[in-house]
Structure formats: C-alpha cells, structure tokens
C-alpha cells in the first residue's frame, strides 16, 4: 500500500518596502479625499494664499525698484504650497490616525516604523509635488521665465524641503492632542516659513542682520536652493552658469542638511504612536 502526499504551496505577493509604502499610501488618500476640511487646505488654501502674494510683492516692488516679482511669485507659490499641503495636512494626518489607533495596529505588522510615516505622507507628498508642477509650467508660460539655470539643484532642493517638512509634521504631531488643534500646534512653523523663509517678505529687502538670521531658519536653506536651481539666485549673489550655482548652494546644502537631521532626530525620538492616557 503506498501513500501519496501531495503537498502545495500558495505563493502570493511578496511582501515589499515599496507594495507595503504603496498600500499605506492607497489607503491615506482615500481618507484624505473622504476629508472635505483636508482637501480644502490642501488644494484652495495654498491657492488664497497665492493671491495674496501678488498683491504683497507689487507693493514691496514699488518700494524697492528692481526686485524681481516674477521669480519671487513663483518661488513663494512653490514654498507656501509644500508648507501647507506637506507640513500642515501631514500632521493633522499623524494625529488624526494616532488618535484612531490605527498607527499602533500597523506598527503590530510588517511595515517598519519609517515605512509607517513615510507611507502616511505618500499622497500629500504626491499631491504637493503634483500642484508645484502645474504652478511652475504654467508660472513659467503665463509669466514667460527662463528654464532653470540648474535642474538638479532644484530637484534637491525640493528633495530636502520636502524630508525637513515630513520630519517637522512628525515633531509636530507629537504636541498636538487633537486634529482641531493642529491649527494651533503648527501655526509657529507656518508663519516662520511664510515671513521668515523669504515667501512673503523677499530676504533681499529685509535688513541685513534679521536676512542672517532669516537664512538660518530649517526651511529657509532648501527653499533658497529651489530658487537659486530654477533662477541662478538666492537674493543675496548672483551665480554663474551650471558650475557657479553649486558653488552658491554650498551653505545651503549643508544648513539644511543640519535641520533636516535635527528634525528626523526630533521625529524619531519625539514621535507619539498612540494617544496619551
């Protein structure tokens, strides 16, 4: 008598860092979109903001001739729209899923805790970089500015303004008990980075101790790389060429290098997962 045994193995999807950064981000835009209040900051707040912007740089220009309104428009839209959408909506995102446990059942899964966060971000993050694009083709076309002196340089500067604001969300949301005060909790970062970044008021035009301490600011640094790649300046000097951008970024690059390790550390060690008792 002989006995067969048959055995069958189900092989599914492998799970991976980018199918589990992919799931997290499915299922937080869906409740992103399911979220009148956070679809309206995140795409109609940022676009108010914007037009008042124009009115704010038309009068600094009659004040100052030969400030560049043009450039100072678009690099203010860019950088009010990452502040909003990123840091705002990302932490009243944290909260809002600590507060609903979800955040501690994922942590009970395969996903790491960095996966956790940056999972989180995915659709801001998405959706920001989505609305810069619109804003810098059709800022570009409707005020007919030149293409950027150094792609790459803005590419690293959003790549930096981006990781600060995601590590400034997370600090954030670890002082902030409910999604409602998120207004509150985050109101210091968004007005240090309107009036202190450059954005509303130009550091060329601010005196030249408070524009010091101004470029020392956490986002000032990437916010000014973003400019200096896409414009050949950052207010302050002008580069020359490809080559002479690096050279001017080069502070840039290492000050906002130190915050955005500051923040990640802050993050990391700050972070809540579950609400206080």
Known sequence: MTTTTATSSGTGPQSTVARRLLALGRAEGTLLLRNRT?????????????????????????????????????????????AFVVYYNLTAAYVARRGELVLKRLRTGEARDIEILAGTAVPSVGLALLMCTVIGVVG???????????????????????GTLMALAALSSAFTRTVESAGITTMPVLLLTQFGSGLF???????????????????????????LGWFGTDGSAA????????????????TGSVWLALAAWGALRYFRWEPRR
């Open 38 to 82: 956070a679809l309206f900051t995140a795409l109609l707040l940022p676009l108010l903001l914007v037009a008042g912007l124009k009115n704010v740089l038309d009068q600094q220009a009659a004040d100052h001739p030969g400030l560049d309104v043009d450039s100072l428009l678009v690099n203010g839209s860019l950088g009010m729209v990452l």
């Open 140 to 162: 570009a076309s409707a005020l007919h500015l030149t293409a950027p002196v150094n792609p790459l340089l803005m590419a690293a500067g959003l790549v930096l303004t981006v």
């Open 201 to 227: 008021v130009p550091l060329e035009v601010m005196p030249d101790r408070v524009a010091d301490v101004c470029r020392l600011l956490p986002t000032t640094p990437a916010f000014q790389l973003i400019r």
């Open 239 to 254: 580069a020359t060429g490809f080559a002479g951008t690096w050279a001017t970024a080069a502070p840039h690059l290492v």
